[in-house]
């Protein structure tokens, strides 16, 4: 599951219980990432998905045959397709910003990676680090590497503004007593904000 997928199930998590049916709990309303990709699992599993699913298939073009009046979606794998429906999630923001006008930057002998790019392979620990930003990624990625690195700069153009992250346990008997009637999903996310 790509990063940002996982995010999107963030969102989802908040409302402590995206599929009631399917019996799941977030132990947290910002659950965190092995929670988040253990309920992807359960979810394919319990609704047989992974047949149905093309993972790391990018689609290269999809074109509306009028006479059939159905969609040739065709992938970088090869597959061809056809639908009648074609539903577009691909995100406004899956590709990364990678800056070119820092100056000295292709000059830099230390080690450089993007947020989007994580390089796992890479220890920061008692690391001089530079985090240039101050947006989203950096606001959850300094925490961490403040906590693991033996310098840390953080370069700031334009400050954010943040509020403070509503976080903590789902209890999971305020869980057992909500009543999956219509428009529930609506009212927990009316009673977090
Ligand atoms: C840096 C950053 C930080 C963020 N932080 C947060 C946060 O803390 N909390 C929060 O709630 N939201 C956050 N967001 C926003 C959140 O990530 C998005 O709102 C959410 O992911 C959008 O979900 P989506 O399903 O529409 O698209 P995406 O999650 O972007 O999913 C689109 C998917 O489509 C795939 N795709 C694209 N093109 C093709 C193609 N041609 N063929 C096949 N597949 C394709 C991509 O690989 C991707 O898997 C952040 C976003 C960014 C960029």
Same mark, same amino acid.
């Given at each position: 599951?790509?990063?940002?997928?996982?995010?999107? =199930?963030? @969102?989802?998590?908040? %409302?402590?219980? &995206?599929?009631?049916? #399917?019996?799941?709990?977030?132990? $947290?309303?910002?659950?965190?990432?092995?929670?988040?990709?253990?309920?992807?699992?359960?979810?394919?599993?319990?609704?047989? =998905?992974? @047949?149905?699913?093309? %993972?790391?298939? &990018?689609?290269?073009? #999809?074109?509306?045959?009028?006479? $059939?009046?159905?969609?040739?979606?065709?992938?970088?794998?090869?597959?061809?397709?056809?639908?009648?429906?074609?539903?577009?999630?691909?995100?406004?923001?899956?590709?990364?910003?990678?800056?070119?006008?820092?100056?000295?930057?292709?000059?830099?002998?230390?080690?450089?990676?993007?947020?989007?790019?994580?390089?796992?392979?890479?220890?920061?620990?008692?690391?001089?680090?530079?985090?240039?930003?101050?947006?989203?990624?950096?606001?959850?990625?300094?925490?961490?590497?403040?906590?693991?690195?033996?310098?840390?700069?953080?370069?700031?153009?334009?400050?954010?503004?943040?509020?403070?992250?509503?976080?903590?346990?789902?209890?999971?008997?305020?869980?057992?007593?909500?009543?999956?009637?219509?428009?529930?999903?609506?009212?927990?996310?009316?009673?977090?904000?």
């Amino acid at each position: 599951m790509s990063h940002t997928a996982a995010l999107a =199930l963030a @969102d989802v998590a908040v %409302a402590a219980e &995206p599929t009631p049916l #399917a019996g799941h709990r977030f132990t $947290q309303n910002y659950a965190k990432q092995p929670e988040l990709y253990a309920y992807a699992r359960f979810i394919a599993d319990k609704y047989n =998905l992974y @047949d149905r699913i093309l %993972a790391d298939t &990018p689609v290269s073009s #999809a074109v509306f045959d009028a006479e $059939q009046q159905q969609w040739l979606v065709s992938t970088e794998r090869g597959d061809s397709v056809t639908a009648r429906f074609v539903i577009l999630a691909n995100g406004p923001l899956t590709e990364p910003k990678f800056p070119t006008d820092i100056a000295g930057m292709d000059d830099f002998a230390g080690h450089t990676f993007h947020t989007a790019r994580w390089d796992e392979s890479f220890d920061l620990s008692g690391k001089r680090v530079g985090v240039i930003g101050t947006g989203t990624s950096a606001v959850q990625t300094v925490p961490r590497v403040a906590e693991v690195a033996e310098h840390l700069t953080v370069f700031q153009r334009t400050p954010i503004y943040c509020t403070p992250k509503a976080d903590g346990a789902v209890d999971p008997e305020w869980h057992h007593k909500l009543k999956y009637e219509d428009g529930w999903m609506d009212k927990v996310r009316d009673d977090y904000w």
